[in-house]
T-cell receptor, first 111, second 114 residues
Framework: GQQLNQSPQSMFIQEGEDVSMNCTSS?????WLWYKQDPGEGPVLLIALYKAGELTSNGRLTAQFGITRKDSFLNISASIPSDVGIYFCAGQLQGAQKLVFGQGTRLTINP | ETGVTQTPRHLVMGMTNKKSLKCEQH?????MYWYKQSAKKPLELMFV???????ENNSVPSRFSPECPNSSHLFLHLHTLQPEDSALYLCASSQLVMGGNEQFFGPGTRLTVL
């Protein structure tokens, strides 16, 4: 089946640092979504991207839909302790309803 | 704040028990999903319901039996589970539209099979 390669798998950073993570695939996607999951909770949608090259922000979060439509990036600026969690990318193939999920990036912040 | 609720939040059951997971969405969506989330694995789609009709069964064992009585409610009936079925079970919903499928998740049910 389809796979998304999400990297890095984990990050250990200092509070205040900027964070970057990305997802890549060999397939072309129609939609890219970024979710965050806190321990013991379900994933929460952060940003949705629908057009190649699109750059969208949500507070300190910025995500981009890659121009090739095979990748997406999520950046977090000036990290704070509540940013801790697991971030997932998800892609939707054109004409398909299902989402393909990455394996997640676990973010840990040292105060 | 989530528009998708799940009960119970935690469930411990023996292999011979029968239990059910419940999901309700308050978003007016027309599609609902069951996912399984195990440690160190990507989210696994189990079932998809569109307008309360099942449109996908992702090779899920028959010991998992879904039910969707209407577009707002989704159940997952469990019987004779195995310890390897222990996982976080997530429900999600979305509004079927052209060009996008933003899925909104519930908080999940943490299932432990003894």
């Amino acid at each position: 089946g389809q796979q998304l390669n999400q990297s890095p798998q984990s990050m250990f950073i200092q509070e205040g640092e900027d964070v970057s993570m990305n997802c890549t695939s060999s397939s072309i996607f129609n939609t890219w979504l970024w979710y965050k999951q806190d321990p013991g909770e379900g994933p929460v949608l952060l940003i949705a991207l629908y057009k190649a090259g699109e750059l969208t922000s949500n507070g300190r979060l910025t995500a981009q839909f890659g121009i090739t439509r095979k990748d997406s990036f999520l950046n977090i600026s000036a990290s704070i302790p509540s940013d801790v969690g697991i971030y997932f990318c998800a892609g939707q193939l054109q004409g398909a309803q299902k989402l393909v999920f990455g394996q997640g990036t676990r973010l840990t912040i040292n105060p | 704040e989530t528009g998708v609720t799940q009960t119970p939040r935690h469930l411990v059951m023996g292999m011979t028990n029968k239990k059910s997971l419940k999901c309700e969405q308050h978003l007016g969506h027309n599609a609902m999903y069951w996912y399984k989330q195990s440690a160190k694995k990507p989210l696994e789609l189990m079932f998809v319901y569109n307008f309360k009709e099942q449109t996908e069964n992702n090779s899920v064992p028959s010991r998992f039996s879904p039910e969707c009585p209407n577009s707002s409610h989704l159940f997952l009936h469990l019987h004779t589970l195995q310890p390897e079925d222990s996982a976080l079970y997530l429900c999600a919903s979305s509004q079927l539209v052209m060009g996008g499928n933003e899925q909104f998740f519930g908080p999940g049910t943490r299932l432990t099979v003894l």
